[in-house]
């Protein structure tokens, strides 16, 4: 007997070791989870310790420093800086490829080596690639035994486990929308709040704009709520109407017993905020890509560092390229201001030195410089100046058939990455390489293009016209808008002992055997009438949906239906179709494979030799786009992918991007706009 009872379940005590010192922790563990803080002599003031004793292992040992290996590359003195940063916080502001995410990991060897436990330094990431890639990089440094005890997670994955941790018995965690099969899905959710509700519109975009709001940290239940969410990016005009919606959904949400995933950051962030006693004690966390992180991202973020040792964001302004979703790149500057240490890094140790003055040629003269001009290594090679040339994905797919034959640099074809500006450009991309017979990876997406919502959709509408119910039928019934209801359509797509059509007529739902009819047109059409069918529907469907929300349509959307409706019609049969994503598929993640990626998920990855498609007048910037400033950060992004080589291609007769117009000697251009009308008009004439 201690003497010192649990302030939980008033049972006995006992002292026990975690990463942070000593604890009384409850010896009813883990059944009680109460701890209490250790006095100088040994008892204890009643205050509860903030440790969870299985976030913290009791038993957890120090790594012996003999068997950390030393440091195999050598850093830098500015990147010294930031490894041997050991408290309070700072701002590790580097541009592309100066060794940020390698620095974090050289920190965490070292903070290991020092005798830090590694369950004690946690690095939070942007995505789940990024986290993936991280723990690669970690267990290669650190052998694989003493990386797995390093956290290194993305926001969601830390949130959810940390809840269900404090929360063991809540069945929500284990339902989460989207995630998991016993849970409804977002769209049935937020169709059914949709009808409730009177509103019209796609279940779909108001789905995306509640995720974006509430991870902007607006909330939805906030009396002013309204007037946050038309002042927000999202809101506009439909701004009470989303509330509503919003509101009802989180009613379905708790009704149905689920969570989502933003639940899971807002829930933590909350708790954080609410009861500082649970935030966790990390000794030292570390935030990568923090250029990206949004609202509640970063409140959990400061929350974990406002109880750690040291706290270091690392990130570079030139790259912020999710103000769309909610990221707010000031926090860098703002964490500045604040007077955390702003530790530059300057010199890249990724590209050629005329890649590196390519990337300090767009960026120059803007205001969202933290850290200034970056230079290359003192051992670059000189290298090609960037090269723009006219063309598009097959041309591209074609140099690179030509490099991989002859074999002479020994680059395999994980050296090229095609990067894409649009979705719809992506779609071209895929299949002039596969056309050329290479093997293609597709980042985001494990089978290819056709594995995308828009690609299953398309081919779920094939399958239906030759009479098969594929698994993503019924998400065709209200694509356009039927009003069938979704029992129905499950039922019809059970039904396989009569055709699809005579099943969905068997429902007697009035939506589902409008779909019938019209899918028996689709059936009395040859092959490239129903594609023609197919994309009609589906662009018709994109523009109602917009409309419900008084919104312009999503033209890149649009686009990429276009070119999948398009290659549906090249590849020549529904089958060729599915034998294209099953080879995808098929490539696995350690198989060498050119990468196929749009800009935005390229960040933070490299490749020896890149493509950048689309750099047109028109598509960089974006014509839709409302922030032209983004656009060049994500111009930015693309050119700083690049190690050796990298070549534009501007694909229309429009000309070719500002952006490349004002990178003036930094690339050399091969063809002039007028070129470009051109080479146009004499392929019209033909
Ligand atoms: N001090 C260094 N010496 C040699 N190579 C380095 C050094 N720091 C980073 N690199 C290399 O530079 C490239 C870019 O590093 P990375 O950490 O991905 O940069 P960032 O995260 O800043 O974009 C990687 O290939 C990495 O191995
Ligand atoms: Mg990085």
Known sequence: MTGIFCPRCKGDMTKRHSARGPFWGCKAFPTCRGTLNVTADGGSDGTTAGIDPTEFPLDAKPVDPATV??????????????????????????????????????????????????????TLTFNRDAAQSLREKLAKRLGSDVAARCRAATYHAFCLALLKRWYPTDARLGRIVGASDEAPSKLTLFGQALRETNAPGDADAYAEIDERLREAGIDLDAPDAVEQVEKSRWGGEAAARIVTVSR?????????????FSDMLCVVAKIFAKDPK????????????????????QQIAMALGGCATSLIWVGDLRQSIYGWR????????DRVAAGAQLLPIRTNYRSTVAIVEAGNAIARGHDWHLGGDCRARPDAPDGERPVVRSGGAADAAAWISADLADDSDGQGPSSFALLARTNSILVDAECALVARGLPVRVLGSRGGVWETQVGRLVRAYLHAADNEASPDFVRIGNRPLRYAKSDALKRAAGNTDITVVEALRSTGDRGCIRLAGDLEDLEDMSYEGRCDQVCKWLVRDVADRAAGLK??????????????????????????IEE?????????????????????????LEWAVVYVLGTDAALFPHMKATDVEEERRLFYVATTRAACSLTYLVSAGEGMSPFIDEMGDAVKVVIEAGDLEEERDERDEA
Not at 248 to 258: I, P
Not at 326 to 333: D, N, Q, Y
């Open 326 to 333: 909610g990221a707010e790149p000031t926090l860098l500057t």
């Open 248 to 260: 009802r959904y989180s009613v379905l949400k708790h009704e149905r017993e689920c969570c989502d």
């Open 580 to 604: 294209q994503v099953s080879r995808i598929k098929k490539t696995k993640d350690d198989q060498p494979a050119v990468t196929l990626s749009t800009g935005h998920r390229a960040k933070g």
């Open 551 to 576: 919104q312009e349509p999503d033209e890149d959307r649009i686009e990429t239906i276009r070119a999948l409706c398009e290659a549906a019609v090249q590849a020549g049969s529904i089958t060729a």
């Open 69 to 122: 290996p030393a440091r195999i590359i050598a850093l830098d003195d500015e990147q010294l800086l930031v490894a041997a940063w050991r408290s309070g916080e700072a701002v590790a502001a580097a541009a592309a490829g100066s060794g940020k995410s390698t620095v974090l990991v050289e920190r965490t060897a070292d903070l290991v080596r020092e005798g830090e436990l590694p369950e004690n330094v946690l």
């Open 278 to 297: 649970r935030i966790l004690r990390y000794a030292h966390v570390q935030v990568d890509e923090a250029q990206d992180t949004n609202v509640v991202q």
